[in-house]
């Protein structure tokens, strides 16, 4: 239901209002909407789920208060990538199960938040190779599309590897600076757009009325 990402307090098509739906965030009211349109196109807010807008909401706002009240305070700035890591991984389960990608046929791996922990960076690298064969064989995409897709993949691939296996851990490396972190989120941002625009441009997935 994310084409009603801003109609906060809204009536909504399954009843009652949007603010009392939890899949909506307890602070889907104070999303940063300003924000969220300057870095997404409309029709990937729309395409997105609530709970990729909710961590993209995070990340957003996360800059916006860093801006304003911090300044260079922290050893490592691992901890200002981890919102838009958990969009990107969520955006990457969206669409496997919108493209009915093989690795999606089991509900605890994908198109679903209840997944086998152990099992899951394994799972993701599988759906972006699956999602390269898609870029591949997929005669709706012109080429240029099927490269720009295949650059995204390549994007995400060395993202998630780098990111998984260095800053998220203890003896991995350090975001010693906030544009470095800063740097990370951005082609996070830039990857989910991109991606969408062109998979809803060839209408290989859709946005979707309802809550989801």
């Known amino acids: 239901?994310?084409?009603?990402?801003?109609?906060?307090?809204?009536?909504?098509?399954?009843?009652?209002?949007?603010?009392?739906?939890?899949?909506?965030?307890?602070?889907?009211?104070?999303?940063?909407?300003?924000?969220?349109?300057?870095?997404?196109?409309?029709?990937?807010?729309?395409?997105?789920?609530?709970?990729?807008?909710?961590h993209l909401s995070d990340s957003l706002k996360l800059d916006i208060h860093w801006k304003e009240n911090f300044k260079d305070q922290f050893n490592d700035f691992s901890f200002f990538t981890a919102p838009a890591y958990k969009a990107l991984e969520g955006f990457l389960f969206q669409i496997a199960e919108d493209?009915?990608?093989?690795?999606?046929?089991?509900?605890?791996?994908?198109g679903s938040y209840y997944f086998d922990e152990e099992k899951i960076d394994q799972h993701i690298d599988s759906l972006l190779e699956e999602l390269d064969n898609i870029a591949d064989e997929e005669i709706k995409l012109s080429v240029y599309e099927k490269?720009?897709?295949?650059?995204?993949?390549?994007?995400?691939?060395?993202?998630?590897?780098?990111?998984?296996?260095?800053?998220?851990?203890?003896?991995?490396?350090?975001i010693d600076t906030l544009e470095k972190a800063r740097?990370?989120?951005?082609?996070?941002?830039?990857?989910?757009?991109?991606?969408?625009?062109?998979?809803?441009?060839?209408?290989?997935?859709?946005i979707k009325d309802g809550v989801y």
């Open 99 to 110: 493209l009915k990608l093989p690795s999606s046929g089991n509900e605890k791996l994908a």
């Open 183 to 206: 740097r990370n989120v951005m082609t996070i941002y830039g990857t989910i757009d991109n991606t969408a625009k062109i998979l809803l441009k060839a209408e290989l997935i859709k």
């Open 1 to 54: 239901m994310s084409k009603y990402y801003n109609k906060w307090g809204e009536a909504n098509p399954q009843g009652g209002h949007i603010g009392e739906n939890p899949v909506f965030g307890r602070f889907r009211g104070n999303a940063p909407l300003h924000e969220l349109e300057q870095n997404f196109d409309k029709n990937t807010l729309y395409y997105l789920s609530e709970k990729v807008i909710n």
């Open 147 to 174: 490269r720009d897709i295949k650059d995204r993949i390549r994007e995400m691939r060395g993202f998630l590897k780098h990111y998984r296996n260095t800053p998220a851990h203890f003896y991995g490396e350090v």
